[in-house]
């Protein structure tokens, strides 16, 4: 069975500043990762996706996220926040090849910037 | 392309009353889902489709029951509301595989059960 765990459910940066959202995943297969944002009273929308090749993956808004296997970690970053970055953000797994055309969505995490 | 589209957006419903939640794709996309949204939860999946004609349990389908009659539209009804089934619906669909293909949202549709 696959799960993710997402680390913080709120998350406060200055603007300019670091962003870090992290995300832990279980798989009993290889995974495939997703980071979805949610905008207020909006559906979600997908920032970016691991699937195989490549395990740093870029995606819109600047924002990237690294596959590490020994870790099962798949954290989100941007160098720099941006007052438009404020959203919720979800990390999502699904199991690769199992014919499992299933996400496991975590919790969440709300990210907040300062002015 | 209006993408994956909802109806109602809001429902005020009595305990025990019934309704149906209309989800249409313009996508040409083989699967289509529903979740609900709770506070502190995520999303869980209730039900999906992988083609017309079929549905598949997800990992919360008790007290809802799901139709695909035709490839675009995915319905999902309530027949006995209850008060645990306040919340926000999403659906979502995919073209083949998640390899594939991301899953694209609709804007939801808030229920509340009284």
């Known amino acids: 069975a696959q799960s993710v765990t997402q680390l913080g459910s709120h998350v406060s940066v200055s603007e300019g500043a670091l962003v870090l959202l992290r995300c832990n995943y279980s798989?009993?297969?290889?995974?495939?990762l997703f980071w979805y944002v949610q905008y207020p009273n909006q559906g979600l929308q997908l920032l970016l996706k691991?699937?195989?090749?490549?395990?740093l993956v870029k995606g819109i808004n600047g924002f990237e996220a690294e596959f590490k296997k020994s870790e099962t970690s798949f954290h989100l970053t941007k160098p720099s926040a941006h007052m438009s970055d404020a959203a919720e953000y979800f990390c999502?797994?699904?199991?690769?090849?199992?014919?499992?055309?299933?996400?496991?969505f975590g919790t969440g995490t709300r990210l907040t910037i300062i002015p | 392309n209006a993408g994956v589209t909802q109806t109602p957006k809001f429902r005020v419903l009595k305990t025990g009353q019934s309704m149906t939640l209309l989800c249409a794709q313009d996508?040409?996309?083989?699967?289509m889902y529903w979740y609900r949204q709770d506070p502190g939860m995520g999303l869980r999946l209730i039900h999906y489709?992988?083609?017309?004609?079929?549905?598949a349990k997800g990992e919360v389908p008790d007290g809802y029951n799901v139709s695909r009659l035709k490839k675009q539209n995915f319905l999902l009804g309530l027949e006995s509301a209850a008060p645990s089934q306040t919340s926000v619906y999403f659906c979502?669909?995919?073209?083949?595989?998640?390899?594939?293909?991301?899953?694209?949202f609709g804007p939801g549709t808030r229920l509340t059960v009284l």
């Open positions: 691991y699937t195989t090749g490549a395990t």
């Open positions: 798989s009993s297969v290889p995974p495939y």
């Open positions: 489709s992988v083609g017309e004609g079929t549905t």
């Open positions: 979502a669909s995919s073209p083949l595989g998640l390899e594939r293909g991301e899953q694209f």
């Open positions: 996508m040409n996309h083989e699967y």
């Open positions: 999502a797994v699904s199991e690769a090849n199992s014919g499992n055309e299933k996400l496991t």
